[in-house]
Structure formats: structure tokens, C-alpha cells
């Protein structure tokens, strides 16, 4: 009499969780940074979760990084791109092998900003503008319109010998503007 196989039962499979292998090694990073759709000269800094620098460089050019989670620093280098030179900080991951390009984009607005001291005109001001206490740029009243961060700013005008502290200029994104500010001595 034929002995019947019955189908062998299949072995029950190891549990155990595939791990995807790291990949150790270096990876590429550059960056383009620009204002108004121009190219602009910026600094760039990266550093690990320990604070430790990782790579630096200037926009445009290649930084090789170890693979890693990185704290990425990119800072304006020419007051003539955006008078305040500002920093951009943004996280990136960079894996073995990698070859990165990142864009940043740096908000801009333009403005002139005329000094009036008692009602009158005064070219010769100089303006600081404050953010957060730190002097960030300096103005004269009544020149050509200066490419700056948008956003809010504290100022001292100095004229005829005097320093007059000046609050809330608010500079809108994207715009040109021709902004009075009014002085009594």
C-alpha cells in the first residue's frame, strides 16, 4: 500500500529583525545662497550633535562631511547682498555617498530711511539698527536704498553730536520703502 507524504510543515522562521547595514564614510554637501533670485557670497558651518565642527566653507563649494546629523549654519558675507548679514541655521542628514546641493533663500526688503531732526531733513544722520540689543548695521539717512533683513528693528540716530534711540521700524518683506524717521532735539 502506498505510503502517502503528507507536505512537511515549514520551520518556523527565526525572529529576528533585518538591520539595513550603515554606511559609514563621507558624504558631499554645497550650498547656493541667494537674495532677490541673485546669487550672494555666503559662510557655511556644520556641526555634529556634540557641538563639534564637522566642515565649513564658502557657498558654491563642495564640504566633505563624515555621514551624520548636522546643525547647518549659513551666514551672508557681503553687507552689500543684505546690510545685516544674517545666519539661516537648518538641519540636514548627510549619508555615505552622498552628493548634496542645498538652496537657502534669504527674505530681503529694501529701504532708505530719511532722518527729519524738528521737522528738517538731516542727510548727515547715521543709523544704527538694533536686533535684540546687537547693533546689526549701519545707515546713513537719505542714501540709495540698502537690501536688509525684513523684520523689526530698534535704531540709534546720531547727529550733531547726539544719540537718539529709536523703536519698532518694521521693514515688510519683499518691498521697497523710502521710510521717515522723525526726531525731536
Not at 85 to 112: C, H, K, Y
Not at 152 to 166: L, N, S
Request: hydrophobic share 35%; glycine share 10%; proline share 9%.
Amino acid at each position: 500500500m502506498p505510503v502517502s507524504e503528507e507536505p512537511a510543515e515549514p520551520e518556523p522562521e527565526a525572529e529576528s529583525e533585518a538591520v539595513a547595514p550603515v554606511r559609514k564614510g563621507p558624504g558631499v554637501v554645497t550650498i547656493d545662497a541667494s537674495v532677490r533670485g541673485a546669487a550672494v557670497p555666503v559662510d557655511v558651518r556644520l556641526t555634529g550633535a556634540d557641538g563639534s565642527e564637522a566642515g565649513t566653507g564658502h557657498g558654491g563649494e563642495p564640504i566633505t562631511v563624515p555621514a551624520g546629523e548636522y546643525s547647518m549654519e549659513v551666514a551672508v558675507t557681503d553687507e552689500k547682498a543684505l546690510a545685516d548679514t544674517p545666519t539661516q541655521r537648518r538641519t540636514l542628514t548627510v549619508n555615505a555617498g552622498d552628493s548634496l546641493r542645498e538652496s537657502v533663500e534669504f527674505p530681503w526688503a529694501m529701504i532708505t530711511l530719511n532722518v527729519r531732526i524738528n521737522g528738517r531733513q538731516d542727510n548727515g544722520a547715521i543709523m544704527e539698527l538694533k536686533r535684540q540689543g546687537e547693533v546689526v548695521a549701519k545707515l546713513k539717512s537719505g542714501a540709495d536704498p540698502v537690501p536688509i533683513s525684513p523684520g523689526r528693528y530698534d535704531a540709534d540716530v546720531k547727529t550733531r553730536g547726539a544719540t537718539i534711540a529709536v523703536q519698532g521700524l518694521m521693514f515688510p518683506e519683499g518691498g521697497t520703502q523710502s521710510m521717515p524717521v522723525n526726531v525731536q532735539m
